[in-house]
């Protein structure tokens, strides 16, 4: 292969590969982290049991 074609594929290949990264970037700033989320899930179950707990009936005594 003539070492200028294989410059220009090298060249080529590597703007490609710098648009997917940029696009990637971009996307992965536009998402909410997903620790976020998670921590928010797991208080509301947090939460959620400790309602149940404190709601729950008293067993009876005979």
Do not use: I, S
Request: proline fraction near 8%; charged fraction near 25%.
């Amino acid at each position: 292969m003539d070492p200028e074609t294989h410059l220009a594929l090298h060249h080529t290949r590597a703007a490609e590969l710098r648009a997917q990264a940029h696009t990637h970037r971009l996307a992965a700033e536009a998402k909410p982290p997903r620790r976020e989320l998670r921590t928010r899930l797991g208080w509301t179950l947090v939460e959620l049991g400790l309602r149940l707990a404190a709601t729950a009936p008293k067993p009876a005594v005979a």
